[in-house]
């Protein structure tokens, strides 16, 4: 028998396996974003005949045609791009010539570049003037929508119906525990589960590990994100028990492709061998959408405005909020920051000097709801009270405590 004495403690790699190394470490969607973006750069170059070499160009001749590339580009129907292509377009340049080139450039902070970033900026404020700025951002769901919603999921853990339950789970999961990519939805295993109780006794589903995403990407300077949301809800967490129960035992993945029948409680599998693809994770809200008979076709996206708009109205802090989302500042959390349609019908009346008030009363009672229609996120954030076909006035909420802690009281 050899003894550890025996084994090399260390190791050593060659130049092409440390390459190999740390390009493996590079977020496929990174090098997807790199590729698409260079080849629309050398595209530019090859329709104006601009001749530059990457290797070998100086910074100037580099911010040339960085100017010229950022001024002329355009879709494929000749249309601006949105703010956000043009900034990752500048980033997987960027990129391509610091990182795969190796050459002493950054796009961001060269002084010899920053003219390319003048005309960027330029053209941004340009995109804007005439209103071609593209930028969207995503609304909450909320009012009838929200209410849709928990009617659609209101039968999950009797229907037998395999593609509800995976639904179900996977919207609870996605607001709770900040996986919003479908990359890192991609990564998640029935053993990354865990199902335990707090010291009050309330079960209780949290995350056994962190992932990796755009946000939380480790390494020396990526922001090491410790997700410390909970679940809590009990058909939240049957839902959740039975998903795990039903799924395909030779796969180790969560979301899996569903066996379409009406299923019986004794039926050992309700999945395939097989597991649901990015494209299908991607587009996992807009088909829950239109199952539900919603307004509009929500994105995934929408899930983090949702919990945002929510955690916000519950009066929760932004640092806190940033726990649950994953965003890496609480400025992120500004674009979130959007009135309700409620609130904008109140405005509107205020202004027009109507008799009618958000204040008034038509009906005194209110419920209570802890599933899909309220907030289901971390510690104990899983009861609003909502008015159903009514308006409360005189309510007194104490702002600045955890909703768990605070006092809510009709007078």
């Known amino acids: 028998m050899e003894s550890s004495k025996d084994v090399p403690r260390f190791v050593d790699s060659s130049k092409e396996d440390l390459d190999s190394f740390v390009a493996a470490a590079v977020p496929e969607n990174t090098k997807v974003a790199t590729s698409f973006w260079v080849g629309v750069f050398h595209q530019f170059c090859k329709q104006f005949g601009i001749v530059v070499d990457l290797n070998t160009c100086t ?3 580099f911010c040339d045609v960085l100017c010229r590339f950022y001024r002329g580009l355009r879709t494929k129907n000749q249309t ?8 990752a377009a500048r980033a997987a340049i960027g990129r391509h010539v610091t990182v795969d080139l190796k050459r002493p450039f950054n796009v961001f902070q ?12 330029a053209v941004l404020v340009e995109n804007k003037a005439r209103g071609e700025e593209g930028t969207v951002h995503k609304d909450a769901v909320e009012g009838e929508d929200a209410a ?17 339950l995976c639904q179900y789970s996977w919207y609870n999961i996605t607001t709770h525990f900040a996986l919003r990519a479908a990359e890192v939805q991609l990564q ?75 299923h019986s409680e004794d039926k050992a599998v309700w999945f395939m061998k097989s597991c649901l693809g990015h494209n299908v994770l991607r587009d996992m809200m807009p088909r829950i959408s239109e199952a539900a008979g919603l307004s509009r076709r929500y994105t995934n996206h929408c899930l983090r405005a949702t919990v945002v708009t929510r955690l916000k109205s519950a009066g929760y802090e932004d640092r806190q909020i940033c726990r649950v989302t994953g965003h890496k ?22 202004l027009d000097g109507g008799s009618e008030s958000s204040t008034s009363t038509t009906d005194s009672s209110a419920t209570v709801s802890s599933d899909v229609a309220s ?27 955890p909703l768990a802690k605070r006092s809510c009281k009709q007078e």
């Open 375 to 401: 907030p289901p996120f971390g510690g104990q954030l899983s009861h609003l009270i909502t008015a159903k076909n009514s308006v409360l006035s005189n309510v007194v909420i104490n702002i600045g405590e």
């Open 188 to 262: 998640l295993k029935k053993h990354d589960l865990s199902f335990d109780v707090d010291e009050e006794g309330q079960p209780f589903v949290a995350l056994k590990r962190d992932f990796l995403s755009k946000n939380a990407k480790g390494g020396l300077k990526g922001r090491e994100f410790v997700c410390d949301g909970r679940m809590y809800g009990e058909k939240k967490i049957a839902a959740l028990r039975l998903l795990v129960s039903k799924l395909h035992p030779d796969i180790d993945r969560v979301f899996q492709r569903a066996i379409i029948r009406k």
């Open 329 to 350: 500042n609480v400025q992120s959390l500004t674009n979130y920051d959007k009135t309700s349609a409620k609130d904008r019908r109140e405005i509107s009346k205020a």
């Open 110 to 121: 060269t002084t010899a570049l920053q003219q390319a970033n003048r005309v960027l900026n």
């Open 59 to 61: 910074a100037e001749e």
């Open 80 to 87: 601006f791009y949105k703010k956000s292509s043009y900034l």
């Open 148 to 164: 849709k919603l928990e009617a659609y999921f209101d039968d999950t853990l009797e229907s037998g119906d395999a593609v509800k």
